[in-house]
């Protein structure tokens, strides 16, 4: 946190090369240069962002009922019979399916092999000749055609793999955790008898935030099995900084060094977590009390 915060003097170490597609060209995570990664930021700031499409949520909630109505049709026309399904790479298939309408306007329609569904269907949310993706919104805000082809390859790598791990993980583990899974379904179905959550289908983002035990869950999924294990090293200001160990004791690093870390090893620190850090427990979202100490002094 102290060293990736906005303001940190530390900078994206040479590790970062190797996020370049194809190597030699620069996109946002790629680009060490802090004033040209500044300027990246702002253009696509609004694109990321999603302020320019009207339509993202009903967008992904199309993708996602796609993803259910797929499973359910396995299920069904199995005779009610059990039959095993790969859930790992249909989640796969649908955050594709999401971040390709997203970020150029066209899904590459993995998961339904029926694409006049999925035709039919972006017809339905998208009733605008204006394109609302996130390409058009990086162009508009300056971006040249090597740029966009550089950034969108980025999109789809940081934007799918990622959401796709969380996706499984949290299935994984709520599947196999009586616990969690009573807790949550306990939730949901309290939310919707209160009239909490509204409508048919897919829920509402807005409504989905405010289930504490829900959100809990996906923090704990991604906490359990974090999507990012790679060491984003970052190079230290030319004064050095200082570094808090686990047991508290302040050691000094020296300056221009590369620093990584691996989420796996930190997202499974008992000292952070206690002693049960390595199971599934998302109640410990709802009582730990927070800290901003990486954040503090920039
Ligand atoms: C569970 C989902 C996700 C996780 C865990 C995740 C994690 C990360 C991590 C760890 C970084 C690197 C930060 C650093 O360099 O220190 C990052 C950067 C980035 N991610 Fe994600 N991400 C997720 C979803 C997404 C999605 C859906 C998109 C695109 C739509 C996206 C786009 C980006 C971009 C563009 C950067 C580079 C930002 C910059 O350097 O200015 N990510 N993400």
């Given at each position: 946190m102290r060293m990736s915060a906005a303001r940190s003097p530390s900078t994206k170490g040479n590790w970062y090369n190797g996020a370049r597609f194809p190597p030699g060209q620069d996109n946002i995570i790629s680009q060490q240069d802090e004033e040209k990664h500044t300027k990246r930021r702002a253009q696509m700031a609004e694109g990321y962002a999603g302020k320019t499409n009207p339509t993202l949520e009903p967008t992904i909630s199309m993708h996602v009922q796609n993803f259910i109505d797929l499973l359910r049709r396995n299920y069904i026309s199995s005779d009610k019979e059990f039959k095993p399904i790969d859930m790992g790479r249909k989640a796969s298939f649908l955050t594709m399916d999401v971040i390709t309408d997203v970020a150029f306007g066209q899904p590459f329609g993995n998961l339904v092999n029926d694409k006049d569904i999925i035709a039919n269907n972006s017809h339905a949310v998208k009733d605008t000749d204006v394109r609302q993706d996130m390409l058009s919104s990086f162009i508009k805000d300056g971006l040249d055609e090597n740029d966009v082809m550089y950034e969108s390859v980025l999109q789809i790598i940081a934007g799918a793999d990622t959401t796709a791990t969380a996706i499984r993980s949290i299935f994984l583990h709520i599947m196999t955790n009586p616990h969690a899974y009573r807790a949550l379904q306990q939730e949901i179905d309290t939310?919707?008898?209160?009239?909490?959550?509204?409508?048919?289908?897919?829920?509402?983002?807005?409504?989905?935030?405010?289930?504490?035990?829900?959100?809990?869950?996906?923090?704990?999924?991604?906490?359990?099995?974090?999507?990012?294990?790679?060491?984003?090293?970052?190079?230290?200001?030319?004064?050095?900084?200082?570094?808090?160990?686990?047991?508290?004791?302040?050691?000094?690093?020296?300056?221009?060094?590369?620093?990584?870390?691996?989420?796996?090893?930190?997202?499974?620190?008992?000292?952070?977590?206690?002693?049960?850090?390595?199971?599934?427990?998302?109640?410990?979202?709802?009582?730990?009390?927070?800290?901003?100490?990486g954040k503090r002094g920039w």
């Open positions: 939310a919707v008898k209160d009239g909490r959550v509204t409508g048919e289908g897919v829920i509402k983002e807005p409504e989905a935030r405010e289930l504490p035990y829900l959100q809990a869950v996906i923090q704990e999924g991604i906490r359990v099995w974090p999507p990012v294990t790679g060491g984003l090293q970052k190079l230290s200001p030319p004064n050095g900084d200082r570094f808090t160990l686990s047991s508290r004791e302040e050691v000094h690093i020296p300056g221009g060094v590369n620093v990584g870390w691996s989420s796996w090893a930190m997202m499974r620190d008992k000292s952070t977590f206690g002693v049960d850090a390595e199971v599934l427990r998302p109640e410990r979202w709802l009582e730990g009390e927070g800290t901003t100490e």
